[in-house]
């Protein structure tokens, strides 16, 4: 009995030392094979008209500078009337760094608020506001608050839930296979506890990298989770990197895992590796951070 203990014990912490090795690995080969950081977001440079200003008549156009090229998502760009009516979801199209909206003909004395969500070129939602007031008499009103609203927290945390889960999974993966094919040059079949660590967590970033795709677009569109089951509010927001990021953890990890699991010889070692490695690039499509609300600067 003291014999088995002892072995469950020892088994149970080479587990647990070959999980930590596995992580550490992983995170090396993933930095090793091209994981870089997100981009910068875009930054607002300045509006016509300008935040705050005060017309003596109507505008026929607004036109917003960004620092870089950004992505129009469909209902992004409104505009609030200071008679607390609901707003005007306005076109708009981009030339180079530059949105030009165009705005109602005839617009009638009385403060404006112009709200924009834009997509930034690191795949990001980028919020804010700018207001301006026709005529000099008009006593001139803030932005209200929905025309600043920005991504719910909720969706925040589940997209950063998610990308945790997803990268826990890769890097678990590709450590162990990395440690166990090249480390310790094993050919033999894994034993049942490696093989369930691997196949779990492999199941962790498949599922994690699927349901990152509505996810990261519910959060481009600014959307609570519990729109998910709604296509078409979210659909509008998907984005290729998620896509592309949720293809190569199911068909090019899975084909890595099989490889992991059954090859034997040199060449299949090798081949499990960068199948599995393959799927690195995934961790600097799925960034975590907040998008940038900057109302007008």
């Not at 912490?13 to 090795?21: D, E, M, P, T």
């Not at 607002?44 to 003596?56: F, H, R």
């Not at 620092?67 to 760009?77: A, C, K, Q, S, T």
Request: charged share 15%.
């Amino acid at each position: 009995m003291t014999l088995t203990v002892a072995g469950k014990q020892t088994r149970a912490w080479h587990g647990a030392v070959l999980v930590l090795f596995a992580v550490l690995l992983g995170g090396i080969f993933a930095i090793g094979t091209g994981t870089a950081p997100a981009a910068a977001h875009a930054e607002l440079l300045g509006t016509t008209p300008e935040d705050g200003a005060v017309l003596e008549e109507a505008p026929r156009a607004a036109e917003l500078l960004f620092n870089e090229p950004v992505r129009l998502i469909d209902g992004g760009i409104r505009l609030f009337l200071g008679d607390g009516s609901d707003p005007v979801i306005l076109s708009a199209r981009t030339v180079d760094t530059t949105v030009t909206v165009a705005l109602p003909i005839d617009l009638a004395e009385g403060s404006y608020a112009l709200s924009y969500r834009v997509v930034s070129a690191d795949s990001h939602p980028i919020a804010g506001a700018i207001s301006f007031q026709i005529g000099e008499t008009v006593q001139a009103s803030p932005p209200p608050d929905t025309a600043l609203e920005g991504t719910p927290p909720a969706t925040e945390t589940a997209v950063s839930a998610l990308t945790i889960l997803q990268y826990l999974g890769l890097l678990i993966l590709a450590g162990l296979v990395f440690f166990e094919r090249i480390v310790l040059r094993e050919r033999r079949p894994d034993d049942r506890g490696t093989r369930r660590i691997m196949a779990i967590a492999f199941g962790a970033a498949a599922l994690a990298s699927l349901f990152l795709v509505p996810a990261s677009a519910l959060r481009i569109t600014g959307l609570p989770p519990s729109a998910m089951f709604d296509l078409s509010s979210w659909v509008p927001g998907i984005l290729w990197q998620p896509v592309v990021s949720a293809a190569l953890v199911t068909l090019a990890g899975s084909a890595g895992l099989i490889l992991a699991l059954k090859a034997t010889s040199t060449p299949g070692r090798f081949a499990a590796v960068a199948g599995v490695g393959s799927r690195s690039p995934c961790l600097c499509w799925s960034g975590t951070r907040r998008p940038s609300r900057r109302p007008g600067s």
